[in-house]
């Protein structure tokens, strides 16, 4: 099993989580973050520390995001990793909770 970043990370793109990877499968986008399932070892170390809790356990994803599922393991194959946390967007605050996000993933 792997875990999932989900939709509430765009625009947020809080890096606390990659900071505790010990494997480093998370991978940077302009404003989001994947997990690369076959990377990932189901530590569960990276979930508690998503301040915008958009990371799931796979087998956990919301129904009405499973599409992140397969985006994350798309966009990890040519997205860099990313190692060490950053500090999240000027605006990261004001966009963690809003809905309908995906429109605005950029790739």
């Known amino acids: 099993m792997t875990f999932v970043v989900t ?8 890096t606390d989580c990659v900071e505790v990877c010990p494997v480093d499968c998370f991978h940077e986008g302009p404003n989001f973050l994947a997990i690369d399932p076959d990377e990932c070892i189901d530590c569960s170390l990276c979930e508690p520390e998503c301040p915008a809790k958009a990371i799931f356990p796979k087998d956990e994803v919301p129904e009405d995001q499973a599409n992140f599922i397969e985006l994350n393991a798309e966009l990890a194959k040519t997205w860099p990793t990313l190692t060490r946390r950053k500090e999240p967007p000027p ?7 809003k809905p ?3 429109p605005l993933l950029e790739r």
């Open 7 to 14: 939709e509430n990370c765009i625009k947020c793109k809080y």
């Open 91 to 97: 605006d990261a605050q004001e966009w963690d909770g």
């Open 100 to 102: 309908d996000k995906l």
